[in-house]
């Protein structure tokens, strides 16, 4: 499942150039190479904030663990995701306060954006990392199932190293990487995170049958 959230991540930063791409581009400094650190800078906040989430999801994971869920979770939670896939109208029940929060976020983004800073890039960047999105909500369900709290921040960090490559290609070259993307971006999401719900029942489903095997009755051998 590691391996999985850099894939996640890799594969998946094509949607991260629709989301993320327009606020990378806007990541600026006075030289060349101070534009390159500050945007190196700015995918290192966005990486902080991944990792803050897996932890918070890995301490939630653990007492799940402890409870015996954890199987039943990721069944759950892999039902869940196709179930807001397939009806989408079950989404727009939470965009009233989404929105709210992601106005919020914009505003403090015009704050710092505009600040050619290193400190600046990076608190963009964390920011940035809080902005609703279906493919960071998959990472973290990976995460959510990790057997400890490091492996699911491992997790987020794997996952966010994977959408780096593309989100620095975006920052120098957006116009001409769209042209070259022949679908849309909503579709790639919706792809890897049906990827997700799927490995993340199958995993649900191994862990509960293991369960089922390794809890049966004794069987004592008595010799004559």
Known sequence: MLIAAF????????????????????INGHSARQIFLNRIFYNFGRVVTYVFMGSIAGLLGRIIQLRGLQGKLSVAIGILIIVLLLIPKIQSLFLPSISGFVLKLKKSFAVHIQSRRPVSAILTGMMNGYLPCGLVYGALAIALVQPTVLESAIVMVLFGMGTIPALLATAYSWETIRKFIPFSFQRIQTMMLVIVAVGMIWRGLTIETHLFHGHGPDVVCVSD
């Open 7 to 26: 894939i996640l991540g890799f594969t998946g930063s094509l949607h991260c150039i629709g989301m993320c791409g327009p606020i990378a581009i806007m």
